[in-house]
């Protein structure tokens, strides 16, 4: 069974970077077609697309977030990453890594991890 | 693309049969998913391409629409069934963008 895991800072001061890594575990980060990507949600509220990325490295972004958001992968530590600069109170929300169930950098997501909550403030 | 799911709350009771509607602000083919999600959960996956069911999902949960408009049933509301569901829309490597969530409560 496949299994993704989120690991970063749970507080991040404002303007500053946010760091996030999924640990994938279960499978290969390197096989099949899918695109592993990053949603959020803030506290009490919906769920946001923020980018995508697959195997290949091609990667796919939310136009909103666009100008502020990096992903990687690391095939050999089965991992990828999202970097958010410029991180704003706005950028406070429960950050989840996951899955596509095919060959789409927008879903639909049928695996994620438990969410990392990252709260901005000083 | 916006996507506007109603009602925001809705009151059930156990063996209903429960309609949620998501609409999208301009043709989305049959690119639409449904969610669940528990609190201090991540969600899960139900529907994919408005009517596939996702692999382990009771059959009590079906999905139609295309175009614009777009439903989630649930023929016989369960004890573990409480909880918000949201519908997603995703354009092939493009965009994507969720519903405000529908929370479905016990009555």
């Known amino acids: 069974q496949m299994q993704l895991q989120e690991s970063g800072p749970g507080l991040v001061k404002p303007l500053e970077t946010l760091s996030l890594t999924c640990t994938v575990s279960g499978g290969s980060i390197s096989s099949g077609t899918y695109h592993w990507g990053w949603i959020r949600q803030p506290p009490g509220r919906g769920l946001e697309w923020i980018g995508s990325?697959?195997?290949?490295?091609?990667?796919y972004y939310n136009p909103s977030l666009k100008s502020r958001v990096t992903t990687s992968i690391d095939a050999s530590r089965n991992q990828f990453s999202l970097i958010l600069r410029s991180m704003t109170a706005a950028d406070t929300a429960v950050y989840y890594c996951?899955?596509?169930?095919?060959?789409?950098?927008?879903?639909?997501?049928?695996?994620w991890g438990q969410g990392s909550l990252v709260t901005v403030s000083s | 693309i916006q996507m506007t799911q109603s009602p925001s709350t809705l009151s059930a009771s156990i063996g209903d049969r429960v309609t949620i509607t998501c609409r999208a602000s301009?043709?989305?083919?049959?690119?639409v998913a449904w969610y669940q999600q528990k609190p201090g959960r991540a969600p899960n996956l139900l529907i994919y391409?408005?009517?596939d069911l996702q692999s382990g999902v009771p059959s009590r949960f079906s999905g139609s629409g295309s175009g614009t408009e777009f439903t989630l049933t649930i023929s016989s509301l369960q004890p573990d069934d409480f909880a918000t569901y949201y519908c997603?829309?995703?354009?092939?490597?493009?965009?994507?963008?969720f519903g405000q969530g529908t929370k479905v409560e016990i009555k």
């Open positions: 996951g899955r596509t169930n095919w060959d789409s950098s927008t879903g639909p997501w049928d695996y």
């Open positions: 391409r408005a009517s």
């Open positions: 301009q043709s989305v083919s049959v690119w």
């Open positions: 997603q829309q995703y354009q092939y490597n493009s965009y994507s963008a």
């Open positions: 990325i697959n195997y290949r490295g091609d990667t």
